[in-house]
């Protein structure tokens, strides 16, 4: 869940490109479970803050909806994704949980798009 907050210096920031999006690209290195990150818009407003789970790189992308299995994961505003497990509000979302919409997957031998 996204609450809003103030922003703070000491906290991460994260990118959230389209209003339809359910993740978000973090903008520096989340160092520890349980830091908080700070949601903005590309005009650089604050709207938001959720917690992540676990460390992320910086430029990887987080979840901020719960999106469910098989659910489309959404970055700014297209379809780039499939989640091939339950994905929590601020756990990574990379290549571990998402098989591509273009390329398929590794096990799959299929390089035709999910959708």
């Known amino acids: 869940m ?3 907050t103030p922003t703070d210096s000491d906290r991460c ?3 959230l490109a389209h209003c339809d999006d359910n993740v978000a690209t973090l903008l520096a290195d989340i160092p520890a479970d349980g830091a908080v ?3 903005v818009q590309q005009d650089l407003t604050h709207i938001g ?3 992540c789970a676990a460390p992320i790189p910086f430029g990887h992308k987080t979840a901020v909806r719960s999106i ?3 659910a489309d994961i959404v970055k700014f505003g297209a379809v780039i994704g499939v989640a091939t497990e ?3 509000v ?3 979302v990379h290549i571990q949980n998402v098989a591509s919409a273009r390329l398929g997957t590794p096990e799959s031998g299929s390089s035709d798009a999910k959708h």
Do not use: E, N, Y
Request: net charge neutral; with cysteine; charged share 10%.
């Open 13 to 15: 920031v994260a990118i």
């Open 90 to 92: 601020g756990q990574h």
């Open 49 to 51: 803050s959720i917690q």
């Open 68 to 70: 469910p299995r098989g």
């Open 86 to 88: 339950s994905i929590c």
């Open 37 to 39: 990150v700070d949601l």
């Open 2 to 4: 996204i609450t809003a």
